[in-house]
């Protein structure tokens, strides 16, 4: 993290044993969540899990919607989602490969355009009805640009973690980034009571459309946070 010196970080208690002093660094969690703040990866974070908004809204109520809206039943859907979870592995083998030749930016712009009209699979379901084949389509294109985005976020993630301090910053951002999909329920509920199915998975790929702008807006930052962290990785390792 840059803007924080030695003194910022270790603190020192020294304890007093008859004519013996004993020194003692403590490092706490409070020191790097400052030095973190006072930088820019509050913003450059920001973006990404603004960015992830949409793909929380409709996860939010994506099995209520193929159950209780579209009555598939839950064997039916299980299957389907079993068969989701090695298009996200296939997502996140294809997302590191293009992430080595497009870059950080450019591979959260576009990764997170496409989680976004994924989002608009799950309309068209509810357009078709109870069709086996657009359930399939829709659960499959959403895990796999799903594993795509979170190839990238994670990288963005590792990238704006200092290397001394990177389980407690990791394990900050991706809480922060899980707000998203604790928090949209209730207004996802209300919001489709409203307008419908069709219209809610529609809504939510709106709601990702200003996250993926503050991520083009936010594009220099993240560059300079990207290849700080390069530096700094590789000056560690000379070490």
């Known amino acids: 993290m840059k803007g924080c010196n030695a003194s910022q970080l270790t603190g020192t208690l020294m304890l007093d044993r008859g004519n013996e002093g ?3 660094e403590v490092e ?4 790097d969540l400052a030095c973190w703040v006072d930088d820019d990866e509050p913003r450059c974070s920001a973006g990404t899990i603004i960015a992830h908004d ?6 939010s109520l994506q099995t209520a919607f193929l159950i209780g809206g579209m009555g598939f039943s839950v064997s039916e859907v299980g299957y389907v989602k079993g068969l989701g979870i090695g298009a996200t ?6 997302g590191g490969v293009a ?3 497009l870059g950080m930016v450019r591979s959260l712009l576009l990764f997170g355009l496409l989680q976004a009209v994924s989002n608009l699979g799950f309309m068209w379901l509810a357009w078709m009805g109870k069709s086996y084949m657009a359930l399939t389509t829709s659960i499959l294109v959403e895990n796999v640009t799903g ?3 979170t190839v990238a976020f994670v990288a963005l993630i590792m990238s704006l973690c ?4 990177t389980a407690t910053q990791f394990a900050l951002l991706s809480s922060l980034e899980a707000l998203g999909r604790v928090f949209s329920g209730r207004p996802s509920a209300e919001l489709v009571e409203m307008v419908g199915w069709a219209q809610f998975f529609f809504w939510s790929f709106l709601v990702a459309l200003p996250g993926i702008w503050l991520v083009w807006f936010l594009r220099g930052q993240l560059h300079r946070e990207v290849d700080h962290g390069a ?3 590789a000056g560690s390792a000379d070490l």
């Open 22 to 24: 004993l020194s003692v």
């Open 28 to 31: 706490p969690a409070v020191h």
């Open 54 to 59: 949409g793909d929380a809204v409709a996860a």
């Open 89 to 94: 592995l296939i997502g996140a083998l294809a």
């Open 99 to 101: 992430m080595a030749k």
């Open 147 to 149: 594993g795509m985005g």
């Open 162 to 165: 200092d290397h001394r301090y």
């Open 231 to 233: 530096q700094t990785v």
